[in-house]
């Protein structure tokens, strides 16, 4: 791959070496969106990260998910470039919200969660991190919201490509990545359109051993994913805009699977022969009509939303049992229908001295949830099923909220108090059972920034959020996991996770590129909800787990993080990304009664990356860092059974990339993620699991017009 870098290289040198522009306009792209996001996040009164494009495409990653892991507090589950779940200071995916341009979408999934390698990175223009979100932004977060914020329409005309190859060690082949961006102002109109198309493939190795016995479990994967998001705005005049803004996402799987042990109910491995194959197609479509009216005082917001995602699954497998070989079959298909509509009103007046932005609004959401799955069982010699289960099961919820707010400025004083109601209507039907569910929330906030001076300033706030529990663990079914030789059951009475947040902190900046933040946080949280061992199933011999509302918990942590431009140290064109973030809990185990950490929240989370820049060479060099510590999912005693506790060891993951500007409006680049073959090591009892992820290299060309 290094050859074909090095001849293009030298190809596109001849071209334009000579004419070679005093500016480069990719560098002049990036410099500006790292310069907004810093303004935007200098000026928000809440305490927000706001990531630009360009630490989004500094290391070449394929989704959002990647990018999302070197944020403070944030731990990705899942290898590089299947970085799918977030869990924010160490709490589970159900306990944060992930939003596409300020909404949730209806590829919730089974956790309300969206998996993040679905989003490209090409689509992205900026992703924000909102710690403690005041309650008009909304209250269904317990930690923390992601934003993701897709490309919207361009003051002047953009043309933009990539072409790029990827390889990893695991997996011997090339794989095509291509992006095009095409947008442009004319009058009144403007529109903007991305395209993109990524595919690769992996071999995912796990070797297992208990001391006596080892083996292992191989998944080979081929994934395709497609993208496009597009923006056409009107503005009749300057008070006016109307705006259709779209969003698709195709993702496609083969996965191969092939094992030769497998892990024991009662502790340790046992010999198997195992194989399966899936197919899996993930479509997600968002549509969005705005219209805005911004007056000198007042503006007036109105958004109609509809999304649908449809999710199909079928596996085939085969496996050793004791009497004999099973084959079993599982059909999956699901399709969530998702429609939005928002007002919001926002009046700015003034009395006596204050400043005052008054902004009340109300919100409606419709969500119907249409779940298909049979699982077949039979030994291989037989005609017909042994045993047929049918996991499905319909949803509806329905959601009306209305929120208020005012935002005062006084001084070097902004203060916002806001408030949120929500009223939460729900029903589900399985094959046997229909129930429903209804609760209520009132959910204030309060939101404090105090301007030392014109470059620092301190932040707390307090506010009420809620998690209502996810789909596929309100409905009483089970879920069976082949695979995984596990069934989740589902418990209507699981009721909401509330948890009161409080956060205080610091920013200091340094002229447009520099700044260092501190913040800490406490939330006492009530109705946790967590994954708990209930039992062996007696058909299949399977682990049962179920998610149960467990005794009350509390959560905090510090983060320090840091952008700075070295220039003002003599070292011109370096600059240094960073944050650390300590994370501490304690909850009752609900088998042990014991107190204890949650599961898999690790102490230390450690990110940093030197970036360096030499216009006059035309190159550009980055290396960054990715340190998770120990991760514990603690022990605990299942009907009278000691559960051994699994620890995850900690894991540092090394990138780097290197650029080189053969024109004012072009560059080649070569990317490459783990470099150090980084692995993923995990303990349980006598039984020790090291999983293989291999380098991944990206070599490329990108254009700016």
């Known amino acids: 791959m290094k050859y074909l870098l090095v001849g293009i290289i030298l190809c596109l040198h001849s071209i334009s070496f000579a004419q070679l522009h005093q500016h480069i306009k990719e560098v002049l792209v990036e410099a500006d969106a790292e310069k907004d996001a810093i303004k935007q996040q200098k000026e928000a009164g809440e305490s927000k990260l706001v990531v630009g494009s360009k630490d989004l495409n500094n290391f070449g990653h394929h989704a959002a998910g990647d990018v999302l892991k070197r944020l403070p507090l944030v731990v990705m589950q899942g290898p590089p470039s299947f970085s799918r779940n977030i869990m924010l200071a160490g709490l589970d995916k159900q306990f944060q919200a992930i939003l596409i341009n300020g909404e949730r979408p209806a590829g919730g999934e089974d956790y309300r969660d969206l998996k993040l390698d679905r989003i490209p990175m090409d689509l ?11 309650a008009t932004m909304g209250a269904d977060a ?4 992601v934003n993701v914020v897709l490309k919207d329409t361009p003051d002047k005309k953009v043309i933009a490509a990539d072409l790029s190859i990827d390889n990893t060690t695991t997996f011997a082949g090339i794989n095509p990545e291509f992006a095009l961006t095409l947008g442009n102002k004319w009058n009144k109109w403007s529109a903007l359109g991305t395209y993109s198309l990524n595919n690769f ?73 195992d194989t399966a194959n899936d197919n899996k197609l993930r479509l997600l479509h968002i549509h969005t009509l705005s219209y805005t009216l911004k007056k000198t ?7 109609i939303e509809m999304a649908q995602h449809f999710d199909s699954k079928d596996r ?13 079959y599982e059909d999956e298909y699901q399709i969530n229908t998702d429609f939005i509509a928002n007002s919001e009103l926002n009046k700015k007046y003034q009395v006596l001295n204050t400043r005052n932005d008054l902004k009340a609004g109300i919100r409606f959401s419709a969500l119907n949830r249409n779940y298909d799955r049979i699982t077949y069982t039979k030994l291989i010699d037989h005609l017909f099923w042994d045993q047929i289960e049918d996991g499905s099961y319909t949803l509806n919820e329905y959601r009306y909220s209305g929120y208020l707010s005012n935002e005062i400025t006084l001084g070097n004083w902004w203060i916002l108090p806001a408030l949120r109601y929500d009223i939460d209507k729900g029903n589900y039907s399985t094959a046997s059972e229909q129930g429903s569910v209804s609760y209520q929330s009132l ?29 596929n663990l309100l409905v009483p079914v089970d879920k069976i996991k082949n695979k995984k030789e596990l069934i989740e059951r589902g418990n209507p009475g699981l009721v909401p996770s509330t948890a009161w947040n409080f956060g205080a902190g610091a920013e200091k900046y340094f002229g447009e590129k520099s700044f260092v933040s501190v913040r800490g946080f406490y939330s006492n949280l009530r109705d946790v909800i967590e994954v708990r061992e ?41 600059a240094f990304n960073g944050n650390i973030s300590w994370l501490g809990s304690q909850v009752r185990d609900p088998g042990t009664f014991k107190l204890r950490r949650l599961n898999e929240q690790p102490h230390w989370i450690i990110n940093a990356s030197v970036d360096y820049l030499n216009t006059r060479k035309k190159i550009q060099l980055s290396l960054g860092a990715n340190y998770v510590g120990e991760r514990i999912t603690a022990e605990t005693i299942s009907e009278g059974t000691p559960i051994e ?12 990339r290197i650029k080189y500007f053969f024109a004012s409006w072009g560059s080649v680049y070569l990317n490459a993620i783990n470099i150090f073959d980084s692995t993923i090591d995990t303990k349980q009892g006598i039984v020790s699991e090291l999983e293989l992820i291999g380098r991944n290299f990206v070599a490329g060309i990108s254009l700016h017009f």
Request: glycine share 8%; hydrophobic share 35%.
């Open 124 to 134: 992205i223009e900026t992703i924000e991190l909102v710690y403690n979100p005041p």
């Open 142 to 145: 317990t930690i923390g919201v």
């Open 201 to 273: 493939q992996r071999k995912n190795t796990i070797l297992l051993s208990d001391g006596e016995i080892s083996g292992t479990e191989n998944e080979t994967l081929d994934v395709w994913i497609q993208g496009f998001t597009g923006t056409l705005a009107y503005k009749p005049d300057s008070t006016q805009t109307f705006k259709y803004k779209t969003f698709f996402s195709r993702y496609t799987e083969e996965l191969d699977f092939l094992a030769g042990i497998k892990r024991r109910t009662q502790g340790g491995l046992n010999l198997t022969a």
């Open 297 to 303: 005082s007042l503006t007036w917001k109105n958004r």
């Open 316 to 328: 085939w497998r085969w496996r050793s049992s004791g009497s004999g070989t099973e084959e079993i």
């Open 443 to 471: 959910n204030p906030s309060l939101h404090i920034k105090y301007k030392v001076n014109s470059e620092l300033f301190l932040k707390t706030d307090l506010a009420r959020q809620i998690s209502r529990p996810p789909f």
């Open 534 to 574: 209930i039992g062996i199933d007696e058909t299949y011999g399977y682990r049962i787990f179920q998610s149960v509302n467990i005794d009350s918990g509390k959560v905090w942590g510090a983060d320090i993080n840091t952008r700075f431009d070295l220039s003002v140290l003599s070292l011109k064109g370096f």
């Open 645 to 656: 506790a699994l620890v995850q060891q900690p894991m540092l993951q090394i990138d780097a």
